[in-house]
């Protein structure tokens, strides 16, 4: 449970009280999730022949603990190449044991003395690889702005909701939904919760003014290799998911430049009470076309390089396009179509990429 806060003004303030913070409640399916975010790496590393394809550091072999609290690691080190011995300081012992010694010189994670020119050391020290730096450099919610690792607070810079209101006023004349987020605050929270993920998809169940897109398409925009994906759910009520919501998306897309692909469909109700399963089956099968561009985030209204069919006669009628069959590169074809051996060698000829859609849009819509 995070503070977030949303105002300083203290206007309209019933009871004398103003309410300046709200909370932003995380839920994970797991203990074994953490929201954390990359430490930048500054530490040097070394690349060298005997260590091939592997960067690595080395470091301070000793700890802060003493022979009293750790009396396994107080013991003397022995370099095995050349027989010199290293005793060990009492007060800050080794940070290995005797036992699991043997193991860390046979992973070839012990440097002794000597063993590189380029390194000035005169005791032991363990060798760090930056793979595995980098694999466990993490810090945890927070402290992306500075803050302790233990403490729930935000970054000063995710904003309040006059920055909301200042992102929304930027594409819309007037004001065209209240109390709206600030991209900053939502872009913070895909940040942590999708750290090496880059082809999260992100659902927003109640989308409001549609913050969580623009959020997303700039953290896309502003990271190379992010491929995040958004799904945004909202009712209509006074028009908000065309006027507002669609059309902010829109907006952001054809100011910025985003590479993206933008479709909202209006989810409705099949009423099966006085019908056969297999009637309202055949209805819902209508929509694979919708389903498709949902999950591979494709449009194929007035996209010739995409297409997509579902029967023979839209095979037929596909292939005798000669206009749109020259452009496409992609063909979307039902699991159970099954072209002519004519047909495959045309296509095979143009180099058209087939993808077949699975069985199991047409078997889980039949079976609900």
């Not at 109390?179 to 082809?199: A, F, H, R």
């Not at 959020?215 to 799904?231: K, T, V």
Request: hydrophobic share 35%; aromatic share 12%; charged share 30%.
């Amino acid at each position: 449970m995070i503070p977030w806060r949303k105002r300083t003004a203290k206007t309209d303030v019933p009871f004398g009280i103003s309410q300046d913070y709200e909370w932003i409640l995380i839920y994970a399916k797991s203990d074994q999730f953490n929201a954390f975010t990359k430490r930048e790496n500054q530490r040097k590393y070394y690349s060298t022949p005997d260590i091939p394809g592997r960067e690595w550091r080395a470091h301070d072999l000793t700890t802060q603990r003493t022979a009293v609290e750790r009396p396994n690691s107080a013991f003397t080190l022995i370099d095995p190449k050349n027989r010199t011995e290293y005793p060990v300081n009492p007060n800050r012992v080794w940070a290995v044991t005797k036992d699991t010694f043997p193991q860390y010189l046979n992973e070839n994670r012990i440097i002794f003395p000597g063993d590189y020119d380029f390194l000035k050391i005169s005791k032991p020290q363990m060798r760090y690889f930056r793979d595995e730096d980098e694999a466990k450099a993490i810090k945890k919610t927070g402290s992306v702005a500075g803050v302790s690792a233990t403490t729930t607070q935000l970054p000063s810079d995710v904003g309040m909701t006059k920055e909301g209101t200042a992102d929304l006023g930027k594409l819309f004349a007037k004001k065209a939904f209240p109390y709206p987020k600030p991209v900053e605050l939502i872009k913070y929270l895909i940040q942590i919760g999708t750290v090496n993920k880059e082809d999260a998809l992100v659902l927003d169940f109640f989308a409001g003014s549609g913050t969580t897109a623009e959020a997303l398409l700039r953290m896309n925009a502003q990271n190379n290799g992010s491929n995040r994906r958004f799904i945004l759910c909202t009712n209509n009520e006074n028009n908000i998911c065309r006027d507002v919501t669609y059309e902010r998306i829109k907006r952001v897309i054809d100011k910025e430049g985003y590479s993206a692909s933008l479709k909202y469909y209006k989810v409705d109700y099949v009423p099966i009470s006085e019908r056969m399963y297999y009637e309202y089956a055949d209805e819902l099968l209508k929509h694979i076309r919708e389903l498709v561009e949902l999950e591979n985030g494709v449009n194929f209204t007035d996209n010739a390089e995409i297409g997509i069919v579902l029967t023979e006669e839209e095979l037929n009628e596909f292939i005798s396009n000669t206009d749109s069959f020259s452009k496409c590169k992609k063909l979307y074809m039902g699991h159970d179509l099954l072209p002519t051996e004519e047909q495959e060698q045309i296509i095979k000829a143009r180099e058209i990429e087939i993808s077949i859609i699975p069985d199991y849009y047409y078997r889980d819509l039949q079976e609900r």
